[in-house]
């Protein structure tokens, strides 16, 4: 019997002469150094099911999953309920004994305790999954959802006009939405033919408030308080939380970010009475994004504990079409969920900000990693998408993290308007101007 062969160190590491821990895609070395992380290619067998059965479980088609899972040896143990099911799917060769619970439609309340750490999920990266390209899958490592903990409060407190320049954009984005479907924070693609009720009247309430005067003041301030009073009344009550299972990861993502467009719209709105009956609702906005992040976490992992993930296609190690456009889709999904969680977190800092008020808790809640390469989240297709990601690195890293881009010599039209949007806050107005005006770039700033 010929000798197995074992996963390389990454080139990176060899060159440091220090210990690679050969995490797959990136190691936690590469991580931390905010380094790129390439391994030694190995030739990847033929076959497509592990990345249908992935994607499946991540955009919430359990039918469609169960079905390929079976052709794997994976026995679906299901449970069913009054309105929902769920499954336990355990694959007969994993020698970990981890067991992955994966929700039909329905996605039941945990903690984020219960959801496994990208250190306990090595194992399984490293002998379990087949590598995936590292160019059209880094958004799918397990550490990219670790959320980091690396806050360091600014000596100074960011002035008047940074922080009105900042709401400006904010408002600026939901005025994009309303016109062209999409934003830097809502994917053009991430609902699909079908946008939630929720967001129906989310952008409803976009496109009165743009036509506010004193004259309907009240009038407007009435149909926005009643889309907030029908979405609250839609959501399950604490008391159902342990009988009945919540909200599919999609679900939670639609009504966080509807209440964080109806509390941007009031927060800074002229009504006091709007604003203050907004303010109540800052808790519930974070609570929600929480369990957001917590929903996507889980259905990450469940997917990643798959054996054959994200496998090439052909043989050749060409991708097809299918291929493109599933992990297309699971960006859009995964990185607005991304962008969501961390601007539910700024947007209320910055309210308190602006008003006197700096809270650190906001910000100390956590940062994530996010796509800051220009044009990728722009791009309208999976084979545009597939062609920006071949190009460049997609400066994948921790938004607190923004001046390592700087070092590295990115110019600030390289960066995607989000992210440059949040240094302006981060860093202020004068030090995100220079790096504009250094690198040559005429990318907009102010709003």
């Not at 150094?33 to 390439?38: D, I, P």
């Not at 995936?132 to 490592?141: C, E, M, N, S």
């Not at 407190?157 to 005025?175: A, C, D, E, K, Y």
């Not at 808790?361 to 390469?373: E, F, N």
Request: a neutral charge; glycine letters at 6%; hydrophobic letters at 35%.
């Amino acid at each position: 019997m010929g000798r197995q062969s074992k996963q390389k160190a990454c080139f990176a590491c060899v060159k440091a002469k220090r210990c690679c821990d050969k995490t797959l895609p990136s190691c936690s070395r590469c991580l931390d150094k905010e380094v790129e992380c390439v391994y030694q290619r190995r030739r990847l067998q033929p076959g497509g099911t592990g990345l249908h059965t992935a994607l499946d479980l991540i955009h919430g088609d359990p039918q469609a999953s169960s079905s390929r899972l079976r052709d794997q040896g994976i026995v679906p143990i299901v449970q069913t309920g009054t309105e929902a099911h769920s499954g336990l799917f355990i694959h007969p060769a994993a020698s970990t004994g981890l067991v992955c619970e994966i929700s039909s439609s329905f996605s039941p309340p945990i903690q984020s305790s219960e959801i496994p750490s990208s250190r306990s999920l090595e194992v399984l990266s490293a002998d379990q999954l087949t590598s995936y390209p590292r160019d059209l899958g880094w958004f799918l490592q397990p550490s990219a959802w670790t959320v980091g903990n690396h806050y360091q409060p600014p000596d100074t407190m960011p002035t008047g006009p940074v922080f009105s320049n900042f709401i400006r954009g904010l408002q600026s984005w939901l005025s994009r939405f309303f016109r062209t479907g999409h934003n830097p924070f809502i994917h053009r693609h991430v609902y699909g033919s079908s946008m939630p009720q929720c967001m129906q009247d989310a952008y409803s309430a976009i496109s009165i408030s743009q036509n506010i005067t004193q004259d309907n003041e009240h009038i407007i301030d009435d149909i926005c308080s009643n889309h907030i009073s029908k979405l609250m009344t839609c959501q399950p009550v604490d008391g159902e939380l342990a009988l009945l299972p919540l909200l599919s990861t999609r679900d939670h993502l639609a009504r966080t970010q509807s209440l964080l467009i109806h509390l941007l719209l009031a927060l800074f709105s002229p009504s006091i009475p709007r604003r203050a009956r907004a303010e109540t609702l800052i808790s519930t906005l974070i609570q929600w994004a929480n369990q957001l992040w917590e929903s996507a976490s889980r259905d990450a992992t469940a997917a990643l504990m798959y054996p054959n993930f994200l496998p090439l296609i052909n043989g050749d190690g060409a991708y097809t079409t299918d291929t493109v456009s599933g992990l297309y889709h699971t960006f859009a999904l995964s990185e607005t969920i991304r962008r969501t969680w961390l601007l539910c977190r700024i947007a209320t800092g910055v309210y308190y900000g602006h008003r006197g008020e700096w809270f650190d808790s906001a910000a100390c809640a956590g940062d994530t990693h996010i796509t800051t390469r220009a044009k990728i989240w722009d791009a309208n297709s999976p084979a545009s998408w597939e062609a920006l990601v071949h190009q460049q690195d997609p400066l994948f890293i921790y938004s607190l993290h923004g001046q390592s881009l700087v070092r590295r010599g990115v110019e600030a039209s390289q960066v995607d308007e989000f992210a440059r949007h949040l240094f302006t806050m981060m860093w202020g107005m004068d030090k995100v101007e220079d790096w504009v005006v250094r690198t040559g770039g005429s990318v907009k700033i102010r709003y």
